[in-house]
């Protein structure tokens, strides 16, 4: 997917940040972070798994469970003798734990009684996991790492840019057949099989990979609710739909959220999407590099303010390389209080939805930090459609 050369270099800067706060072992179990340094991709991250990496070592190791270890061969950069794997008989057990093998494993490389950053605060990495290795590593102590590599993801390479706009270009057409798909006495669940269809798909000269979260489509009141998915309730006219999805390509996304009302829109759907639009074309055109995630959200509040509108949720986070149960990166995001400072190549989804307890509209972004400011990587139209 990528070049060695570009692998090499993520994990040099990896082992720089690791210097800095005094870790000689990183225990990557976020599958993001596990392709990001290594390529490693497969749908096996329900299963304990890790990227382990050395600080004296050139090159890290891979360990999970014996049958996905082709899958690493397969999809890594790594030398086969660095793919290292653990039996089935630890698999969901109520006696073996395969932390109890990666543990031996690490013991085995010396690093018994080191500084070891583990990723806390992470879906894939439980209580009992750090609790059985610090039982098989008592020497070692154990440091909170979680988002070490996924700071280090936010500036992304040009190819990485490259396939998060394709990915917006899948996000686009999947949007567009949601519009078409999405229409009175048709089943919410039929019109979701044609946006995954739409999705899956891609274009003709490059196919779309499943995104990390299933398309979100709350109708009628429950758009007062952003995360509902679907039912096979079927539409009904003057329905208001949100519609969130994203495009993906090579696992790197692109959100994109519209919402579409069936007949003639009430005035507060309509006033509200008129906020909800002047505000995110006046937080977009405020992006540019310098500027940090606070004070965008500021744009957008105080233009909303002007309405008679408080929003007291984020309004944007950054997105990019991903697996489920989610598209973020779970770092910067754009709201009162956050410092990050906006630089070339992050990617963002601006997402300013409004939700009251009846109703709701979402319209989105994402888009690209460029040298000069900011690049939308979708060309949909940015409005409330009504059909």
Known sequence: MFKVEEYKERLKRTKEQMAIEGLEVLLVTNPSNMNYLTGYNAWSFYVHQMVVVLLDEEEPRWIGRKQDANAAKETTWLQHQHILFYNDDYIQSPILHPMDAIA??????????????????????????????????????????????????????????????????????????????????????????????????????????YPAIVPLLPAGKRTSSPHITWSDRPYKKKDTVIVELAGCYQRYHAPLARTVVLGEPTEKVKSLAEVVVEGLNAALTAVKPGVTCEEIEEIWRKSIEKHGFIKDSRIGYSVGLSYPPDWGEHTASIRAGDKTILRPNMTFHMIPGIWFDSYGVEISETFQVTETGCSTLTTFPRKLFIK
Do not use: W
């Open 104 to 209: 031996r494993v690490l013991d085995k490389f010396g690093k018994g009684s080191c500084r070891i950053g583990v990723e806390m605060e992470n879906y894939y990495f439980t209580a009992k996991a750090l609790k059985q290795l610090e039982r098989g590593l008592p020497d070692a102590k154990f440091l909170d790492a979680t988002l070490l590599v996924n700071y280090l993801r936010m500036i992304k390479s040009d190819k990485e840019i490259n396939y998060i706009k394709k990915a917006a270009v899948i996000a686009g057409q999947s949007m567009e057949k949601a519009l078409e798909a999405i229409e009175p006495g048709r089943r919410e669940n039929d019109a979701v099989a044609d946006i995954y269809h739409a999705q899956i798909s891609g274009t003709a000269s490059f196919g779309g990979d």
